[in-house]
């Protein structure tokens, strides 16, 4: 089946500093998505890719469709203490009502103290 | 308002029981999901229903029974219940089937013994 490899699994960053993640698959997505995850909460969608090399940013976090539609990544310049969470990334092969999303592992995000 | 709501929150029950978990969204969404999370935070989707129909039935244990008594609300079944169901289930709805925008509850937290 299909699968999303996600990169790093765990980052801990000085605040102010930028952080990049990205995921990779082994299959053609049609939709890249990243969401993030806070403790005792459900995800949130962040960001919502289209088409092959978007480019769309969202306040602080930049994320691109890769070219080659099997990969996706999230940049959040100056990061600030409530970017603590976990960044899921996520795609989606085709529109129908039966195309399911994939979720990655996810990257978990703390600030060093 | 809540847009997605679950109860309960939390769930600790004994081996063998049998418990159901509610998902109410006052967002007007044809499609309703639900998500199963590990303790690795790996987060799969389990089922899906549009407009009371079942849409995607992943390879679910049939001890999983989802019932959809309108499109407001998809509940959960569990019957005899295992250790390896331990995990927080999250509820999310999207406007349409296929979809990618969803929107997740808050998740339950339920624990066997």
């Known amino acids: 089946g299909q699968q999303l490899n996600q990169s790093p699994q765990s980052m801990f960053i000085q605040e102010g500093e930028d952080v990049s993640m990205n995921c990779t698959s082994s299959?053609?997505?049609?939709?890249w998505l990243w969401y993030k995850q806070e403790p005792g909460e459900g995800p949130v969608l962040l960001i919502a890719?289209?088409?092959?090399?978007e480019l769309t940013s969202n306040g602080r976090l930049t994320a691109q469709f890769g070219i080659t539609r099997k990969d996706s990544f999230l940049n959040i310049s100056a990061s600030i203490p409530s970017d603590v969470g976990i960044y899921f990334c996520?795609?989606?092969?085709?529109?129908?009502?039966?195309?399911?999303?994939?979720f990655g592992s996810g990257t978990r995000l703390s600030i060093r103290p | 308002d809540t847009a997605v709501s679950q109860t309960p929150k939390y769930l600790v029950t004994q081996m063998g029981n049998d418990k159901s978990i509610k998902c109410e969204q006052n967002?007007?969404?044809?499609?309703m999901y639900w998500y199963k999370q590990d303790s690795k935070k790996f987060l799969k989707i389990m089922f899906s229903?549009?407009?009371?129909?079942?849409?995607i039935n992943e390879t679910v244990p049939n001890r999983f029974s989802p019932k959809s008594p309108d499109k407001a609300h998809l509940n959960l079944h569990i019957n005899s219940l295992e250790l390896g169901d331990s995990a927080v289930y999250f509820c999310?709805?999207?406007?349409?089937?296929?979809?990618?925008?969803?929107?997740f509850g808050p998740g339950t937290r339920l624990t066997v013994l």
């Open positions: 999310a709805s999207s406007q349409t089937s296929g979809s990618h925008e969803q929107f």
């Open positions: 890719l289209y088409k092959a090399g």
């Open positions: 967002l007007g969404h044809d499609t």
């Open positions: 299959s053609i997505f049609n939709t």
């Open positions: 996520a795609g989606q092969s085709g529109y129908s009502s039966a195309s399911k999303i994939i």
């Open positions: 229903y549009n407009n009371k129909e079942l849409i």
